[in-house]
């Protein structure tokens, strides 16, 4: 009887199961497939390709479809890579510091010291002025700032405070740092300042009320509540700089490296497949730095 | 944790820009008193109590709390303790944290703080919640914890703004019950601000309406519904019809007076000059149908609305230059002998219910 019954409720519930099957059950994959095409089509199938060509053969004039791994072998075993992955990610680490610590105070400036709505949008927008000119654009334009005769050197040898000019001012690491703080630090401001918009001002209030001072609150209340911020900013800022081979170039003059950097010069020898090998090893790195940082800090609320 | 401080507000001003939000208010709140600040919205009511907690700088006057004058000092060196109106609780601390959070600013070991605050949760039968965050709690849930934030300061006064808004009506009047019983048994002042005249009522042992930055009246919640001092009062606290109009003499210890196009009424009260304006105010539950017992105690008007409500009838008149006069009758009275919209109907009340309403000299 209790066959018959659960029979009898299997094929009852089989007949709307199928009805929706027509209609129901394919409209959220239809839905989904103009997405996952272009996904697909510009994400998945580049980097599809890039780790098989990372398995290639090569010469000086033609690449050779194959398995072999001497291309990660090559990479992985040479001290020159080693080398520039700890310069990049020496960059990463200065360049992240310094854009979270300038990046938090002109958010914390904008959200907390600026009174009216209008006045705080204006200022964010003066924040995303440098962006209607070209990265190079502004890289570029430090030359002129920086130089040998730039404005900083020739300024402090007519005061006299110094009897010639700087040479590590620029073509340096310091001009790369630089750089690199200049060109990305917005983009640290922009997350931590839609988190500290979020967070209630009566929070704050109730901070003061509870005898934290100014200090406290920053500590206690903003800082955490900023996390999230934080760390898409973060985010941000070291995919940007670990995939950065431009500014290292120009700002450096050729005198320092980065794995993006290396990656250029093996393809302009036509070297694609070594190329792709250090591509897929430095993704796998960025990969497990974001995951990591998406381990550290729950970042979902703020999405 | 008995102790309890006055709090004596002297001519206090605040003054946004060109706006005043406050003028010039004095008012005593005697130690342990639970006093409500009610009024609409803006009437300046919350900008008095954050003077108070001192989250307002005061443009002119002085707030003294106890024999200390605070008006100067940092919130959380008056002795007194906050709750805001969504709780202000921080989202990214459990409810211990969240409630040990001043005894954390106070730099007391973690331990101690920590024990301390479980015990607050427990006074607040919060402690099965204590590693929750305040997200994962509901609105009176919130409230609790947040109460238990505010009492862990040991505060000589605790002031609440609009503590019971973001409820839903039916939780609204259980935690009410809470605040009131809380209030009873810590003995502390509180100092509660709501638009609710209701939650006043039901509160409070001094209500202090305000109204464009002015106290209106400050009594017991009785006086204030069997006395209103004000035509405002009157028709903020409901249940009052207010009618308007001039003096126009004094007859037996009334004054006499005439409603604009319309009739001549008295009310009890001292006696005034000719010609001033008055208002009067008479409650709709003392209003009955039928003829005047004397005259200038009723009117005969249209009954333009009738609304039954079960144990009573709400019946609206329209005449004597009176507008929507709103009279309650009982339903036995009422149907013994009904009254239907269009219909003349006698309206009278006792001379005792007629009250002569003061004005603020502006």
Known sequence: MTVALEQSTHVESAKPARRSLSLGAIAPYLQATPLALILGAFLLLPILMIAVVSFWDYDFAAMYPDFLTTNYVDTLGSWVTWKTYLNTLKYAGIVWALTLFIGFWVAYFLAFHIRTTVMQMVLFLVCTVPFLTSNIIRMISWIPVLGRNGLVNSTLVQIGLIPKPIEWLLYSEFAVVLAMVHLYTLFMVTPIFNTLMRIDKSLVEAARDAGASGWQILWNVIFPLAKPGMAIGTIFVVTLVMADFSTVQVMSGGQSASVALMMKNQMSLLQYPAAAANAVVLLVLVLLMVASILRIVDIRKEL | ?362
């Open chain 2, 1 to 362: 944790m008995s102790k309890a401080a006055e709090i004596d507000i002297v001519s206090v001003s605040k003054i946004y820009g060109a706006t005043t939000a406050v003028e010039d208010i004095s008012l005593k709140i005697p130690a342990g008193t639970y006093c409500c600040l009610l009024g609409p919205s803006g009437c300046g009511k919350t900008s008095t109590l954050r003077m108070i907690a001192g989250h307002e700088t005061i443009s002119s006057g002085d707030v003294r709390l106890g024999n200390t004058v605070v008006t100067d000092l940092p919130p959380a060196r008056r002795g007194t303790a906050m709750m805001f109106q969504s709780y202000a609780l921080f989202p990214h601390l459990d409810l211990v944290d969240n409630v040990a959070f001043s005894l954390k600013m106070k730099g007391v070991g973690k331990e101690e703080r920590r024990a301390k605050a479980l015990d607050m949760l427990k006074l607040m039968q919060m402690e099965a919640y204590a590693g929750r965050r305040p997200a994962q709690l509901s609105g009176g849930q919130q409230q609790r914890v947040a109460l238990a934030r505010a009492l862990i300061t040991d505060p000589e006064a605790l002031l609440l703004d609009e503590p019971l808004s973001a409820l839903d009506p039916f939780l609204k009047i259980r935690m009410r019950a809470e605040l009131k019983k809380l209030q009873t048994s810590l003995g502390i002042t509180f100092v509660h601000v709501t638009h609710s005249q209701e939650e006043a009522m039901a509160l409070a042992d001094l209500i202090v309406v305000m109204n464009d930055g002015r106290i209106e009246q400050a009594a017991h919640p009785r006086t204030i519904f069997e006395r209103p001092a004000t035509a405002f009062v009157a028709r903020f606290m409901g249940d009052h019809n207010v009618v308007s109009g001039r003096v126009s003499g004094s007859r037996d210890g009334m004054v006499v007076f005439n409603v604009p196009g319309g009739a001549s009424l008295a009310a009890s009260g001292q006696g005034r000059a000719v010609g001033e304006p008055i208002d009067i105010a008479i409650r709709t539950d003392h209003v009955r149908i039928g003829e005047a017992p004397a005259t200038g105690l009723g009117f005969t008007g249209v009954a333009s609305n009738v609304e039954y409500r079960g144990s009573t009838v709400k019946l609206s008149v329209n005449g004597a230059g009176i507008e929507d006069f709103t009279v309650i009758v009982d339903d036995t009275s009422f149907f013994a002998k009904p009254v239907a919209v269009g219909d003349a109907v006698p309206i009278a009340w006792d001379a005792e219910d007629a009250i002569v309403l003061g004005r603020l000299d502006s």
